[in-house]
T-cell receptor, first 111, second 112 residues
Framework: DADVTQTPRNRITKTGKRIMLECSQTKGHDRMYWYRQDPGLGLRLIYYSFDVKDINKGEISDGYSVSRQAQAKFSLSLESAIPNQTALYFC??????????FGQGTRLTVV | QKEVEQNSGPLSVPEGAIASLNCTYSDRGSQSFFWYRQYSGKSPELIMSIYSNGDKEDGRFTAQLNKASQYVSLLIRDSQPSDSATYLCAVRPGGATNKLIFGTGTLLAVQP
């Protein structure tokens, strides 16, 4: 089983819908991150969390929100999905803020 | 200026050759540097980390860091077709932050 698990792996949703992407980890890491990846733009940080009481915005947080339900769970929500949020989303964890370990990714399409 | 810059490629090398991938960064206070490999449609996988000036070798991979010039490179010796992937450079900026800033990646194609 993967140490960092993302659900769903693929999702197609309509403009205006609310959608939640979930991430769970068995690595025991405190730090968790959400990135999106777009062709030509690389990985961009959306939100990150150092523990359940600590949530921080990344470089592209507008239109997104997160919830750290437990040390092992970090979910990303799109309150009202729009087509330019179509991307590959990755959850990652880190034990020391140095090396990151990624989930398998969620391919989201907003139509 | 982007915080972490890489040439997008593709970088094409013949099998058995040395592939050289480069990355520059803007934050002089950066302390930690990483190379990730990402196969098409897959998640990034850490392959090298380097924290001090000089070279660090691990098998066929060598990471090189020059903080004065603000660049980090990855050499892949005896390149194999299975090395064909996108290589992402990641930098941990200086200060109290614990986030990683990624470059856009360089696509490497190793020709059999």
């Amino acid at each position: 089983d993967a140490d960092v698990t993302q659900t769903p792996r693929n999702r197609i949703t309509k403009t205006g819908k609310r959608i939640m992407l979930e991430c769970s980890q068995t690595k025991g890491h405190d730090r968790m991150y959400w990135y999106r990846q777009d062709p030509g733009l690389g990985l961009r940080l959306i939100y990150y969390s150092f523990d359940v009481k600590d949530i921080n915005k990344g470089e592209i947080s507008d239109g997104y929100s997160v919830s750290r339900q437990a040390q092992a769970k970090f979910s990303l929500s799109l309150e009202s999905a729009i087509p330019n949020q179509t991307a590959l989303y990755f959850c990652a964890t880190s034990d020391d803020g140095q090396k990151a370990f990624f989930g398998q990714g969620t391919r989201l399409t907003v139509v | 200026q982007k915080e972490v810059e890489q040439n997008s490629g593709p970088l094409s090398v013949p099998e058995g050759a040395i592939a050289s991938l480069n990355c520059t960064y803007s934050d002089r206070g950066s302390q930690s540097f990483f190379w990730y490999r990402q196969y098409s449609g897959k998640s990034p996988e850490l392959i090298m980390s380097i924290y001090s000036n000089g070279d660090k070798e691990d098998g066929r991979f060598t990471a090189q860091l020059n903080k004065a010039s603000q660049y980090v490179s990855l050499l892949i010796r005896d390149s194999q077709p299975s090395d064909s992937a996108t290589y992402l450079c990641a930098v941990r900026p200086g200060g109290a932050t614990n986030k990683l800033i990624f470059g856009t990646g360089t696509l490497l194609a190793v020709q059999p």
